[in-house]
């Protein structure tokens, strides 16, 4: 029964990191001042340490670990990406072209991660 809540939890926070992702990227883009507030700092952080704490439960409770599955290993390399990228949209980006670009290279990174997820298949199409 934990197992399904776990899931549940993960699935969640999985949609929620990107939904906040998509809605900073959003806020960056407008200039707005929503994004000097704390919250909008703190709370990305928070919801994506419950996400990684569900993800590695799920990973010791089944016995799925990355390299020894192949589509975990490519969630974790596509997640590298998707917080590299990320970072260049949010922060890093000297202008707001380049922070579109990366914002569209991080949002695919997340796609592909869904899509794995789903397919349990590196190549989800």
Known sequence: MIYLWIKYLHI?????????????VILVQLDH????????????????????ACAIYLAVITHQYPFQQSWLTAKIVA????????TWAIKRGKTKQ???????????????????????????F
């Open 79 to 86: 997640l590298v990406f998707y917080i590299v990228f990320g």
């Open 12 to 24: 969640g926070t999985a949609l929620l990191s990107g939904a906040g992702f998509l809605t900073r």
């Open 98 to 124: 380049q922070k579109a670009i990366f914002a569209g290279l991080a949002l695919s990174c997340y796609g592909y991660i869904i899509l794995v997820a789903l397919n349990r298949s590196i190549l989800p």
């Open 33 to 52: 001042s929503a994004m000097k507030s704390k919250w909008v700092k703190v709370l990305p952080h928070v919801n994506d340490s419950i996400l990684l």
